[in-house]
């Protein structure tokens, strides 16, 4: 994998604060996405017939929110692996390899590590 920044664990968890804060608002958002939008979705299956949704404007609202949260928290590094589940992972080099440093909400700071293709399952403590 090509990562554009490797983490130290303190620079991983000098983000933290934010995650925890930014996290959350990710899942309210999504979760938004999901519920409070039927509209959209019944639009979405009529869209061969030309059809429309007068949610639209705010489905794309909440859209754009979401896609500008995580677009910020990626180009920082960060690695969004599961915004439902709250899981970050964050590239790093351990023993002259690239891994993940592990962050699951609502996690105080990194305390775990796993290689890159393990993913959560494979997570061992630092």
């Not at 554009?4 to 930014?22: G, I, W």
């Not at 180009?75 to 002259?96: A, M």
């Amino acid at each position: 994998m090509s990562f554009k920044k490797f983490f130290t664990l303190e620079e991983a968890n000098s983000l933290v604060p934010r995650l925890l804060k930014d996290i959350p608002h990710l899942q309210k958002l999504a979760a938004e996405l999901n519920e409070n939008f039927p509209d959209v979705k019944n639009a979405w299956k009529k869209a061969r017939f030309n059809g429309g949704s007068s949610q639209g404007a705010d489905y794309l609202r909440v859209a754009v929110q979401y896609t500008r949260l995580s677009s910020d928290l990626e180009s920082r590094g960060c690695v969004l692996k599961g915004v439902e589940n709250g899981l970050v992972d964050f590239p790093s080099v351990r023993d002259g390899r690239e891994v993940f440093l592990c962050w699951k909400m609502p996690e105080k700071e990194i305390r775990y590590w796993h290689d890159i293709d393990a993913g959560f399952a494979g997570r061992q403590s630092i």
